[in-house]
């Protein structure tokens, strides 16, 4: 049972005694247990084998026997007493924008609503714009936020999804009758929301494969088993399909299975063009049902006269053709990232001090980490004022004097207010070595009101780079109305860097608007917006977009030196130097 799992479980009890109306300090003990077990950095089943589950920060001896049941016993009784104390519907209602606990509580205690469509219902009957606090407006608001939700049903996190699929992968891999094992479908194409994990094996004892797959960790239980496939319900909710061939029929399978359908559709199309047809069985020529000999997925690309297509771009957006002239870009590699400017710490809303972020960052072979932590209009995150920005500043200066092997570089990320000014004044964000202007209020604003607010803080020349462009939360919140042509228009006249935030649940901007920003001559930079020590992985979530965005190590900024990223901050705040390419 991983970390994610656990905190889930924790969040969840807390969610549901909020609900209620239980005691306030029982609450707090369960969210704050599931926020302090996503920031570990160590597996929970190590520490429990070293005794060291009372010394987690956040972690009660209460909450850490119940941490010790679930470890040893895949249950917990307090868990399950919880969860069938609420109709299962209410709980989804928290995942509508604008629903907290207390709202869901009233809803189900007033109007007596425990399912998403019997909530829906009743916004269409006026029900709940009757209920006092509520009104029209926030009715409209829960009908939008349901219409949300039912568009993006079945829908997982690629953060969420990928470590649980590393796991699954790594178990067929271990398997002695599997020759060959890859991921495939949509998160092997690195996209931001996915529908389930695919994975397809080669081996010459299918049945032994199927046994293997059914018996891993985290397996729930066996939806459908068959010769060739096999599906699974995993903890956390997902599913996952496995496909076994031959391996001679491996490569085929995994091209067809890793899509995009109009990716296969343009090659099956190339493929008419030279007389054979393309299937997930193998590549014939017409009039024969004997498949050409193609040992890998670089081979089949060559059969074609194509160069070796990344998955990452396999979307039908030009790869093909690029394949085919020799004009496709080499991809950003993870291990050119040479440090992060976009991290919080414990002087905001972040779970680790800035001393741990840079060990953190030196482990993974940073050569710098750029703190922000929040200004102070972003007071519900602990944003910082004047005084205590200065007060961080000598702190980093003093950890710059006592660490080797790392660069601290001071930074904020500044909230762009509503008339497109800036939180701190001219003469405080000079004295920072970079400046992340970020839009966190107002989301309702018109288009025009939002993209001129954006424009302004984007042309201003001490504003480094513009944070999470669109503000969309995946599968929680639409991005807010922006015209994003005119905010790419203005960064690539004003040198603005362009943020791709690498946080699972925003990947913003996305794949497409990166590449569009990229040819623009807009310099990328990829932030995790880490909170906490394990939040700085995130960065391989950005660097998964980065990638389907087509860009390489020269469109982003944090693939540079810590000398050639200072001189390009440099440049940004030299109004001369303005439209010229960092």
């Known amino acids: 049972m991983d970390n994610s799992l656990v905190a889930r479980i924790f969040e969840q009890m807390g969610t549901i005694l909020d609900i209620q109306g239980a005691d306030g300090f029982k609450v707090r003990a369960y969210e704050t247990a599931g926020r302090a077990i996503r920031g570990l950095t160590e597996p929970l089943a190590r520490l429990e084998a070293e005794g060291r589950l009372d010394e987690i920060p956040g972690i009660g001896k209460s909450i850490a026997e119940k941490i010790r049941v679930l470890l040893s016993t895949g249950d917990l009784p307090a868990y399950r007493e919880i969860v069938a104390s609420v109709p ?6 928290l995942e509508i924008e604008g629903l907290g606990p207390k709202k869901v509580r009233r809803l189900w205690e007033e109007l007596g609503l425990e399912t998403v469509e019997a909530l829906k219902q009743a916004c269409q009957d006026g029900r709940v714009a009757a209920l006092a606090g509520f009104g029209a407006k926030s009715q409209e608001k829960i009908l939008k936020g349901i219409e949300f939700l039912d568009r993006n049903a079945g ?7 990928l470590p649980v699929a590393k796991a699954l992968l790594a178990g067929l891999r271990a398997c ?7 991921l495939a479908g949509s998160i092997r194409r690195g996209k931001e929301v996915i529908g389930d994990i695919d994975l397809v094996a080669s081996s010459d004892d299918p049945e032994a494969v199927m046994d293997a797959f059914v018996a891993l960790p985290g397996v729930e239980e066996t939806i459908a088993r068959g010769p060739t496939k096999t599906s699974v319900h995993l903890e956390g909710g997902f599913q996952s399909d496995l496909r076994v061939v031959t391996d001679d029929q491996f490569t085929a399978c995994l091209l067809y299975f890793t899509g995009s359908k109009e990716h296969n559709v343009a090659l099956r199309a190339l493929a008419q063009t030279r007389g054979y047809k393309i299937n997930e069985y193998g590549v014939f020529a017409e009039g024969s049902d004997r498949p050409e000999s193609i040992s890998d997925e670089a081979a089949f690309f060559r059969f074609f006269g194509l160069d070796w297509v990344p998955p990452e771009l396999r979307e039908n957006r030009g790869e093909v053709d690029a394949a085919a002239r020799g004009a496709l870009p080499e991809l950003l590699d993870p291990g050119a990232i040479r440090g992060i400017l976009h991290c919080h710490s414990t002087w905001s809303d972040g779970k680790a001090s800035i001393e741990q972020m840079a060990l953190a960052a030196r482990a993974r072979g940073w050569e710098y980490l750029g703190i922000s932590d929040h200004s102070k209009s972003a007071f519900y995150a602990g944003g910082l004022d004047e005084r205590r920005l200065a007060e961080q500043a000598s702190e980093i200066d003093a950890l710059n004097e006592r660490l080797e092997g790392i660069r601290l570089l001071k930074g904020s990320e500044v909230d762009i207010l509503d008339d497109g000014s800036l939180d701190f004044d001219d003469e405080v964000l000079a004295g ?8 966190h ?3 309702k604003m018109s288009e025009e009101a939002m993209t001129d607010r954006i424009v302004r803080a984007v ?4 504003v480094t780079c513009l944070g999470h462009p669109t503000g969309r939360l995946l599968l929680s919140r639409e991005p807010y109305a922006v015209d994003l042509g005119r905010v790419v228009e203005a960064a690539a006249a004003s040198g603005c860097w362009l943020e791709i935030n690498g946080n699972p649940r925003r990947l913003d901007l996305d794949a497409i608007w990166a590449r569009r920003a990229a040819e623009a001559g807009v310099p990328i930079l990829i932030g995790p917006d880490a909170h906490s020590v394990a939040g700085l992985d995130d960065t391989e979530y950005g660097v998964l977009t980065a990638r389907r965005a087509w860009l390489g190590a020269e469109g982003v900024m944090n693939t540079r030196s810590l000398d050639e990223l200072l001189e390009a901050i440099a440049r940004r705040r030299n109004p001369a130097a303005r439209g010229k390419r960092s």
């Open 88 to 93: 299962p519907g209410i709980v989804r209602f």
């Open 432 to 439: 920072l070595d970079f400046v992340v202007a970020s839009v």
């Open 441 to 443: 209020s107002k989301f």
């Open 176 to 182: 002695p009758a599997v020759r060959r094992a890859s």
């Open 155 to 161: 829908a997982i996190l690629l953060g969420e999804a």
């Open 459 to 462: 042309r201003h020349p001490l």
